[in-house]
């Protein structure tokens, strides 16, 4: 068993990671997949009247599943070396679904410029903070796909966390993951802070018990199971709950403090700092060299301590990218005015990064260092701008066809639902996969760790076949989704606190 577990231990240590390039393609896959998902759902309630379709609850789960989470599997598994091919087929998949829409249901009436000329100057009313929640699940998502599929000789290693410095996707997803929290932050909601300073502080700090207890049980588990780690990633004794944890609190009391319309300033003077520290001193060298895991507390855990400041940093932007999504909005311009600045953010940023690797250095998860925050703010803006894009494509086809209900984060401005066109609303919003992730988020999470926990104590991942690997993979993504999907339709929501 020890050995085993060293053997697993080396499988995910010393990586390099991937380009920017790759990270940056995946964006465009589950924005594909949810375009194509819509489009099928068109044709699946067109067809309600003529054709057999018994057990919705059941083929709603199994169609999102499978358009939703398959190809996010076999993306990073069997299909990584095609990875354009996929998306591009997929791409032309929704094309041609589109075409048959467009023949049987579009009105004719309208000619087609003056249409879109009409859509643009339409009102919205949003379902959820626009293109925010898609973001939210899918990092929920492709999180909870690679922390099991890591383990598998299926998963690229190139997509792993790097170990010193690179670009893995799986260290997007550590950013990406503190990026999506922030977004609906209360501070980004725009809640006013009730009672005094202090008393706010000291809700936020007793506000984070559930992290730090599942902190906790994850660090007693691992240590008494003696389930393979990867110290580099955080440290001995530290993981990934306490750095939300801290972080959380942390920023809580700098947002009480900061002016909400400048908090990029000083995330970048935070990260900036930081930066200039690891330059400057002998920080880096600590970080990145040091072996010496026994002297005290610090030494042990030095990873996950010190890569705090670039989290915070990446935290405050977020909340600033935050205040700016959920502006209110009422017409579909603007909206596209939104998505415009979000990718032109996404673009200058990525230029900033390049300087940075020029001029500095490379990309560290690992240390949390300044261009490690940039790209981490880049990609997921850039990642938000394509959901966005997709969910205004699906707003599109909800204006020219027939369908209105299908799932997305905007609605055309209705003046008055009939009571068959509410029911039909609520019953497509309950059968929706994304909604059931984004209902209970922490607990799917949290579902998705104890199940990686539970297939490596049962499975020896390391020498199963490519197939048998994938089977495995959607048999654990299947029974998150499953047990998530029973809750949402259930209308039972799991607070932990």
Not at 86 to 103: D, E
Not at 293 to 304: C, L, M, S
Request: hydrophobic share 50%; proline share 3%.
């Amino acid at each position: 068993a020890m050995a085993q577990r060293e053997v697993k231990q080396a499988f995910v240590s010393n990586l390099n990671g991937t380009s920017l390039g790759e990270v940056a393609l995946g964006s465009f896959l589950a924005p594909v997949c949810l375009i194509l998902r819509a489009f099928i759902l068109v044709l699946y309630y067109q067809a309600k009247g003529t054709l057999p379709l018994p057990l919705p609850l059941t083929s709603h789960l199994l169609l999102d599943f499978s358009v939703l989470v398959i190809p996010l599997v076999l993306s990073c598994t069997l299909l990584s070396s095609i990875l354009l091919q996929v998306i591009v087929c997929l791409t032309l998949m929704s094309a041609c679904v589109f075409c048959y829409i467009y023949r049987t249901s579009f009105l004719s009436s309208v000619v087609w410029p003056q249409k879109i000329v009409n859509l643009l100057q339409s009102h919205v009313q949003f379902q959820q903070v626009p293109f925010v929640t898609l973001f939210r699940v899918f990092v929920n998502v492709k999180t909870a796909i690679s922390i099991l599929a890591v383990d598998f000789s299926v998963f690229p290693r190139r997509y792993a966390k790097t170990e010193t410095y690179g670009t893995g996707v799986m260290d997007f997803g550590v950013g990406a993951f503190i990026f999506a929290n922030a977004l609906v932050s209360p501070e980004a909601r725009r809640r006013s802070v009730s009672g005094s300073k202090m008393s706010h502080i000291t809700k936020q700090i007793l506000s984070v018990w559930p992290l730090v207890a599942l902190g906790m049980a994850r660090l007693v588990s691992i240590k008494m199971t003696g389930y393979h780690e990867h110290v580099t990633e955080y440290g001995i004794h530290w993981n990934f709950f306490f750095t939300l944890a801290i972080v959380r609190v942390l920023a809580s009391v700098l947002l009480v403090v900061l002016p909400a319309g400048q908090l990029w300033l000083f995330a970048l003077l935070i990260s900036g700092l930081y930066q200039f520290a690891l330059e400057t001193s002998e920080l880096k060298t600590f970080l990145m060299h040091n072996k010496d895991r026994e002297k005290d507390f610090v030494h042990a855990n030095k990873e996950g301590i010190f890569s705090i400041a670039g989290y915070v940093a990446i935290y405050l932007t977020g909340v600033q990218i935050g205040l700016y999504v959920m502006q209110p909005r009422s017409q579909v311009k603007d909206c596209l005015k939104m998505l415009f600045i979000l990718f032109l953010g996404s673009l200058l940023l990525y230029a900033a990064l390049f300087i940075c690797q020029t001029l500095v250095e490379p990309v560290s998860r690992r240390s949390a260092n300044l261009p490690f925050v940039i790209w981490s703010v880049a990609q997921s803006l850039f990642f938000m701008s394509c959901l966005g894009l997709a969910d205004m494509v699906i707003l599109f086809s909800k204006g020219a066809c027939c369908c209105r209900f299908l799932p997305s984060s905007m609605n055309f401005e209705e003046k008055k639902l009939t009571p068959l066109a509410y029911k039909k609303k609520g019953e497509i919003e309950r059968l929706c996969l994304i909604q059931a992730v984004s209902r209970n988020q922490l607990l799917f999470f949290l579902l998705a760790n104890l199940m990686t926990g539970v297939t490596n104590s049962v499975v020896n991942t390391l020498s199963c076949s490519n197939l048998f690997s994938v089977c495995v993979l959607l048999l654990y993504m299947f029974v998150n989704c499953l047990v998530i999907y029973v809750l949402h339709i259930s209308g039972i929501t799991v607070k932990f606190w």
